[in-house]
């Protein structure tokens, strides 16, 4: 049964620490799911446990709004906190996904004013956007919420003016700052806000989202939109600065008008130098009569703060650590702290001569990897403490700033974002992002269909089941710190640094390792009718007869029902699968970019490319191709639209694309070239499926017109069209060019025979990466060779997957190959245990045959793994951490070969008769054609508007509910929820159903 997310959460130390002998790490190898404790504590899908309320005498509370009974639309994605200059008022900003909630009564779905910029009034446009301000009277060390108020779009932005009067806040996509003053009771709009300038129709409610750094130039195809990220205020609250997030840029405002007095622009369209770029926080040092004198500004593309000497505009370039976020000026205004996320340090700038005085490493002694993630800072009322949130460890750090390391740390909630430390220094408070999902088993069906389950209109899918929540921590003792350090590193793994046995052994045995990752899917959605297991049947809507393949190597290999993506979405979820961890980056856009900014102003930067630009290729070229060039170079030839100069990520962890010796970091290939192996990759960070290659009139669809257009082939090679412009550098050499990764619709099966004759080209590499995207989804109006339906495109993921095992298990190499294949994230598809819970299989002669798995295992398990049996280095501190999936594996090897089962619908009308050619053999083995309730016309007539050209540029709850009522309909209820008996009661019958179509198979299936 269910627990509530929040349930327990303030328990005292002792109890949490008796959570130690029964829920372990997932890394030590618990065989618990996902979940909360009532101890207070709650293992992670990341494999990591969290106690949030471990310090003595502090609480944890969700961030509650109120609009329901339940905690379904409360506010999720925490991001920042300030706390007035008298100490008395704290403010919490969220960005993030919080949206589309509803009545639990009636099912209407939340809507409010959005204000008119010019005069703070209610405009008459409502939106279903609930960003939020709460703010909190604290004067008692309690926190009493005094307001929440709502803003449609925000972006981590959040400051006070210093006499306390009135705050500001990051409008985000909006590319506005909007001001609150209080009238003696409250904080009400004081308009008019501030309008930056950038998009069009400024002063609307909404404006357009057009004005990032392309928008005047010949490449304003592929122009994003603004956005405001970090902004300060001057002590005399007369300026105020703006970081302009895609235009690399600041706005000085002068706040009494409103007015932008200028803008200091680091990088235009056209220049060769990386400057300035993706500025995201921003600190004022003002004079002794409080006017601005100087701006710091953190640029997280180029590893600097940049300084704008507001009277001279001079601009001076400060070289830091990787990816800075957060600053903060000490209280004399000499040192400036910046977090830098990427290589867990924090740089001190000593503000009057403009260099680095000091570099504090937050890492353990002596350990060389990374992923703490530091993402804000405060300081305490003496100076001597600075107090750093350390998003990947779920703590904070207390940093001796006079002894320059780190005292200890505090356990907190899932990925903390802010702190802020109450004025007498006894308190801090802590939010943080995100908690455990829970089971989604309606995920988001409103439809007569979901009611059965969803009584009350509950919002199923998984960005908006994780909720944030807020804590007050007591300043600890050193003592107490030391014990709370201890429990940091437990709940993070450091104890589990130790040799595996079977992967010792095994390293000699596997010299291939194929990783496979595909798009999406829950457990339950797939394999939730498999007759061993914790599978949910009636959740399942693609079962052995459109998927054989899938249920075929589950049973067949190891079966593994307890595992978990680590990620909710794409952008996290190709970050854990590629580098078992993600950036502060990814963590602060990718709910945003899911949520209320719906893919306007920022842009899907997680498979190597930034504002939609392929960073691995050149800006301009002699012969200006999609696949050689960057689209800014074939729209603009002159080079004056080129931005973005070299090939460095914004978003990519430390090491990416270093080969060095002794480098540590990166992705899975960085680890295994450094390593001297081998690498051929399919699919991996291969940018075909971008937004400026739409048509003018459907931007839904491709433009085969458009100059960046790539044709599908069904034979790219034969017909010498290269399909794959890559993004990392590394991968330029080791990329097949003719294989198209996601397009849905290509089929799968293309790929696959695209693979298996690059393969029979080049032969095994030690590491080899293959996207097979096609159980994603769409295009249906589009899709070739007639897979224009979901189980159409289901059954051709799953042959191709299946020719692809029998392919290798029959070549000599298979005796030394181990193939993992994962979903990148589970966001479509409802699971009766966690949302997070997906596929994962383990396929290799040395892969324990026709066994249940039920330990709980995650994708950095199985980066772990690969990792393990390659002998190659771990990237950072989660799989260094993370217990490798020895239960999957035996000494002893079985080299029996895979034959592939064909996908009866893959035989029948529509489907293309050459598309599959075994379905004219006799000898092959299929499955019966079974009916599918909606054709190719009714998929494209209701997800009409809707963009799969590129991953999840959609309303995800959206189609959620269509692939519900299209493939069961809507005359067949969501079943009601059922408990363990009752699961196990139906298995029996289960097993006599899949040994019956298992007999039918091999007899009268056969053609």
Same mark, same amino acid.
């Given at each position: 049964?269910?627990?509530?997310?929040?349930?327990?959460?303030?328990?005292?130390?002792?109890?949490?620490?008796?959570?130690?002998?029964?829920?372990?790490?997932?890394?030590?190898?618990?065989?618990?799911?996902?979940?909360?404790?009532?101890?207070?504590?709650?293992?992670?899908?990341?494999?990591?446990?969290? !106690?949030?309320?471990?310090?003595?005498?502090?609480?944890?509370?969700?961030?509650?709004?109120?609009?329901?009974?339940?905690?379904?639309?409360?506010?999720?994605?925490?991001?920042?906190?300030?706390?007035?200059?008298?100490?008395?008022?704290?403010?919490?900003?969220?960005?993030?996904?919080?949206?589309? @909630?509803?009545?639990?009564?009636?099912?209407?779905? @939340?809507?409010?004013?959005?204000?008119?910029?010019?005069?703070?009034?209610?405009?008459?446009?409502?939106?279903?956007?609930?960003?939020?301000?709460?703010? =909190?009277?604290? !004067?008692? #060390?309690?926190?009493?919420?005094?307001?929440?108020?709502?803003?449609?779009?925000?972006?981590?932005?959040?400051?006070?003016?210093?006499?306390?009067?009135?705050?500001?806040?990051?409008?985000?996509?909006?590319?506005?700052?909007?001001?609150?003053? +209080?009238?003696?009771?409250?904080?009400?709009?004081?308009?008019?806000?501030?309008?930056?300038?950038?998009?069009?129709?400024?002063?609307?409610?909404?404006?357009?989202?057009?004005?990032?750094?392309?928008?005047?130039?010949?490449?304003?195809?592929?122009?994003?939109?603004?956005?405001?990220?970090?902004?300060?205020?001057?002590?005399?609250?007369?300026?105020?600065?703006?970081?302009?997030?895609?235009?690399?840029?600041?706005?000085?405002?002068?706040?009494?008008?409103?007015?932008?007095?200028? &803008?200091?622009?680091?990088?235009?369209?056209?220049?060769?130098?990386?400057?300035?770029?993706?500025?995201?926080?921003?600190?004022?040092?003002? !004079?002794?009569?409080?006017?601005?004198?100087?701006?710091?500004? +953190?640029?997280?593309?180029?590893?600097?703060?940049?300084?704008?000497?507001?009277?001279?505009?001079?601009?001076?370039?400060?070289?830091?650590?990787?990816?800075?976020?957060?600053?903060?000026?000490?209280?004399?205004?000499?040192?400036?702290?910046?977090?830098?996320?990427?290589?867990?340090?924090?740089?001190?700038?000593?503000?009057?001569?403009?260099?680095?005085?000091?570099?504090?490493?937050?890492?353990?002694?002596?350990?060389?990897?990374?992923?703490?993630?530091?993402?804000?800072?405060?300081?305490?009322?003496?100076?001597?403490?600075?107090?750093?949130?350390?998003?990947?460890?779920?703590?904070?750090?207390?940093?001796?700033?006079?002894?320059?390391?780190?005292?200890?740390?505090?356990?907190?909630?899932?990925?903390?974002?802010?702190?802020?430390?109450?004025?007498?220094?006894?308190?801090?408070?802590?939010?943080?992002?995100?908690?455990?999902?829970?089971?989604?088993?309606?995920?988001?069906?409103?439809?007569?269909?979901?009611?059965?389950?969803?009584?009350?209109?509950?919002?199923?899918?998984?960005?908006?089941?994780?909720?944030?929540?807020?804590?007050?921590?007591?300043?600890?003792?050193?003592?107490?710190?030391? $014990?709370?350090?201890?429990?940091?590193?437990?709940?993070?793994?450091?104890?589990?640094?130790?040799?595996?046995?079977?992967?010792?052994?095994?390293?000699?045995?596997?010299?291939?390792?194929? =990783?496979?990752?595909? &798009?999406?899917?829950?457990?339950?959605?797939?394999?939730?009718?498999?007759?061993? #297991?914790?599978?949910?049947?009636?959740?399942?809507?693609? /079962?052995?007869?459109?998927? /054989?393949?899938?249920?075929?190597?589950?049973?067949?290999?190891?079966?593994?029902?307890?595992?978990?993506?680590?990620?909710?979405?794409?952008?996290?979820?190709? +970050?854990?699968?590629?580098?078992?961890?993600?950036?502060?980056?990814?963590?602060?856009?990718?709910?945003?970019?899911?949520?209320?900014?719906?893919?306007?102003?920022?842009?899907?930067?997680?498979?190597?490319?930034?504002?939609?630009?392929?960073?691995?290729?050149?800006?301009?070229?002699?012969?200006?191709? /999609?696949?050689?060039?960057?689209?800014?170079?074939?729209?603009?030839?002159?080079?004056?639209?080129?931005?973005?100069?070299?090939?460095?990520?914004?978003?990519?962890?430390?090491?990416?694309?270093?080969?060095?010796?002794?480098?540590?970091?990166?992705?899975?290939?960085?680890?295994?070239?450094?390593?001297?192996?081998?690498?051929?990759?399919?699919?991996? @960070?291969?940018?075909?499926?971008?937004?400026?290659?739409?048509?003018? $009139?459907?931007?839904?669809?491709?433009?085969?017109?458009?100059?960046?257009?790539?044709?599908?082939?069904?034979?790219?090679?034969?017909?010498?069209?290269?399909?794959?412009?890559?993004?990392?550098?590394?991968?330029?050499?080791?990329?097949?060019?003719?294989?198209?990764? @996601?397009?849905?619709?290509?089929?799968?099966?293309?790929?696959?025979?695209?693979?298996?004759?690059?393969?029979?080209?080049?032969?095994?590499?030690?590491?080899?990466?293959?996207?097979?995207?096609?159980?994603?989804?769409?295009?249906?109006? $589009?899709?070739?060779?007639?897979?224009?339906?979901?189980?159409?495109? %289901?059954?051709?993921?799953?042959?191709?997957?299946?020719?692809?095992?029998?392919?290798?298990?029959? %070549?000599?190499?298979?005796?030394?190959?181990?193939?993992?294949?994962?979903?990148?994230?589970?966001?479509?598809?409802?699971?009766?245990?966690?949302?997070?819970?997906?596929?994962?299989?383990?396929?290799?002669?040395?892969?324990?045959? #026709?066994?249940?798995?039920? !330990?709980?295992?995650?994708?950095?398990?199985?980066?772990?793994?690969?990792?393990?049996?390659?002998?190659? #280095?771990?990237?950072?501190? $989660?799989?260094?951490?993370?217990?490798?999936?020895?239960?999957?594996?035996?000494?002893? /090897?079985?080299?029996?070969?895979?034959?592939?089962?064909?996908?009866?619908?893959?035989?029948?009308?529509?489907?293309?008769?050459?598309?599959?050619?075994?379905?004219?053999?006799?000898?092959?083995?299929?499955?019966?054609?079974?009916?599918?309730?909606?054709?190719?016309?009714?998929?494209?007539?209701?997800?009409?508007?809707?963009?799969?050209?590129?991953?999840?540029?959609?309303?995800?709850?959206?189609?959620?509910?269509?692939?519900?009522?299209?493939?069961?309909?809507?005359?067949?209820?969501?079943?009601?929820?059922?408990?363990?008996?009752?699961?196990?009661?139906?298995?029996?019958?289960?097993?006599?159903?899949?040994?019956?179509?298992?007999?039918?198979?091999?007899?009268?299936?056969?053609?």
């Amino acid at each position: 049964m269910k627990t509530s997310r929040n349930q327990g959460y303030l328990l005292s130390l002792l109890l949490v620490s008796s959570l130690s002998a029964s829920i372990q790490s997932a890394s030590a190898g618990t065989t618990r799911p996902v979940g909360n404790s009532e101890s207070g504590a709650a293992l992670l899908p990341t494999g990591q446990i969290i !106690t949030p309320a471990a310090a003595p005498g502090s609480t944890f509370a969700p961030l509650g709004t109120g609009l329901r009974t339940d905690d379904n639309a409360d506010a999720a994605e925490a991001v920042s906190t300030a706390l007035s200059p008298d100490g008395k008022t704290l403010l919490v900003l969220t960005s993030g996904y919080n949206q589309n @909630f509803k009545d639990e009564n009636t099912g209407s779905t @939340f809507t409010y004013p959005v204000l008119d910029p010019l005069t703070g009034k209610p405009s008459g446009t409502t939106t279903p956007k609930a960003e939020w301000v709460f703010v =909190y009277d604290v !004067t008692s #060390g309690k926190l009493v919420k005094k307001q929440q108020i709502n803003i449609p779009n925000t972006y981590n932005g959040l400051a006070w003016a210093k006499d306390g009067s009135r705050f500001f806040v990051s409008g985000g996509i909006d590319d506005r700052v909007y001001v609150y003053a +209080s009238n003696g009771s409250q904080y009400v709009p004081d308009a008019p806000f501030i309008l930056l300038g950038h998009n069009s129709n400024q002063t609307a409610p909404f404006p357009k989202y057009d004005g990032g750094l392309l928008k005047d130039t010949p490449a304003k195809a592929v122009s994003t939109g603004a956005v405001v990220a970090g902004i300060a205020v001057s002590q005399d609250g007369k300026t105020l600065v703006a970081a302009n997030f895609e235009n690399d840029s600041i706005s000085i405002v002068d706040t009494p008008t409103r007015k932008v007095i200028k &803008e200091i622009k680091f990088f235009r369209a056209g220049d060769k130098i990386a400057t300035g770029e993706f500025p995201f926080d921003v600190a004022i040092k003002s !004079t002794q009569k409080g006017q601005a004198a100087k701006v710091f500004i +953190s640029s997280q593309r180029d590893n600097e703060v940049v300084t704008v000497e507001i009277t001279s505009g001079k601009i001076t370039r400060i070289p830091i650590g990787s990816q800075p976020n957060k600053v903060l000026l000490s209280a004399d205004q000499n040192r400036l702290y910046v977090a830098n996320g990427n290589d867990d340090s924090i740089s001190v700038i000593d503000t009057n001569s403009n260099r680095v005085v000091q570099t504090i490493s937050l890492s353990r002694p002596g350990d060389k990897y990374k992923g703490a993630n530091p993402n804000s800072l405060a300081l305490s009322p003496d100076g001597g403490t600075l107090y750093v949130t350390l998003g990947g460890e779920n703590a904070i750090a207390v940093v001796d700033l006079q002894a320059g390391r780190v005292n200890g740390r505090i356990p907190t909630g899932w990925y903390p974002n802010s702190v802020s430390v109450s004025f007498d220094g006894q308190r801090l408070y802590v939010v943080n992002a995100k908690s455990n999902s829970g089971p989604n088993p309606s995920n988001s069906r409103t439809t007569p269909a979901g009611l059965a389950r969803n009584t009350n209109f509950k919002n199923d899918y998984n960005w908006a089941l994780e909720k944030a929540g807020i804590s007050i921590i007591p300043v600890p003792s050193s003592s107490t710190l030391a $014990t709370l350090s201890t429990q940091v590193d437990k709940n993070n793994g450091f104890y589990n640094r130790r040799p595996d046995r079977i992967m010792r052994y095994l390293q000699g045995k596997i010299k291939h390792v194929i =990783y496979i990752v595909k &798009e999406n899917r829950t457990y339950d959605q797939v394999l939730g009718d498999l007759p061993i #297991g914790n599978g949910d049947p009636e959740l399942t809507l693609f /079962p052995y007869k459109i998927s /054989p393949n899938h249920h075929k190597l589950s049973l067949g290999f190891a079966t593994f029902d307890n595992f978990y993506d680590s990620g909710e979405s794409s952008g996290v979820g190709w +970050s854990w699968s590629t580098f078992g961890r993600t950036t502060d980056y990814t963590e602060k856009t990718q709910s945003v970019l899911y949520g209320n900014a719906g893919f306007n102003g920022l842009t899907y930067d997680y498979e190597g490319t930034n504002r939609n630009i392929s960073l691995a290729l050149p800006q301009t070229s002699s012969n200006n191709s /999609p696949i050689n060039t960057r689209i800014t170079g074939v729209l603009d030839p002159s080079g004056g639209s080129s931005i973005l100069p070299g090939d460095r990520d914004v978003n990519a962890p430390e090491g990416d694309g270093d080969l060095g010796v002794n480098v540590i970091g990166g992705y899975l290939w960085d680890s295994a070239l450094r390593a001297g192996k081998t690498v051929r990759n399919y699919g991996f @960070f291969v940018d075909n499926g971008t937004p400026y290659v739409t048509s003018q $009139t459907d931007p839904t669809k491709r433009d085969p017109k458009n100059p960046a257009y790539i044709p599908i082939s069904p034979t790219p090679y034969a017909d010498k069209i290269p399909q794959a412009p890559v993004t990392k550098s590394v991968l330029l050499d080791k990329t097949d060019p003719y294989f198209r990764s @996601f397009d849905m619709n290509n089929p799968d099966i293309y790929l696959y025979n695209e693979w298996e004759r690059d393969i029979n080209q080049n032969g095994l590499p030690n590491l080899m990466l293959v996207r097979l995207p096609h159980d994603h989804f769409g295009s249906f109006g $589009t899709a070739l060779a007639g897979l224009n339906t979901p189980e159409l495109q %289901m059954a051709d993921n799953d042959y191709a997957i299946g020719k692809l095992v029998e392919k290798i298990s029959r %070549m000599p190499e298979w005796k030394e190959t181990a193939i993992f294949i994962i979903e990148d994230d589970s966001q479509n598809g409802p699971d009766h245990v966690d949302s997070h819970r997906s596929l994962a299989y383990v396929i290799s002669p040395y892969t324990k045959r #026709g066994v249940l798995v039920s !330990t709980n295992y995650n994708t950095i398990s199985v980066l772990r793994t690969m990792e393990d049996l390659l002998n190659i #280095g771990y990237l950072g501190i $989660t799989d260094a951490n993370a217990q490798p999936m020895s239960d999957a594996f035996t000494r002893q /090897p079985n080299f029996e070969p895979y034959t592939a089962i064909v996908p009866g619908n893959l035989c029948a009308k529509p489907v293309d008769p050459k598309l599959v050619p075994a379905c004219q053999d006799p000898n092959v083995e299929n499955t019966a054609a079974v009916p599918i309730l909606n054709d190719a016309k009714w998929w494209a007539a209701i997800t009409k508007g809707f963009n799969f050209i590129g991953e999840d540029n959609l309303d995800a709850e959206e189609f959620n509910e269509i692939l519900w009522e299209g493939i069961k309909g809507d005359n067949i209820p969501y079943p009601k929820e059922r408990n363990g008996k009752n699961l196990r009661q139906n298995r029996d019958q289960l097993l006599k159903n899949w040994q019956l179509s298992q007999t039918n198979n091999s007899t009268g299936a056969k053609k």
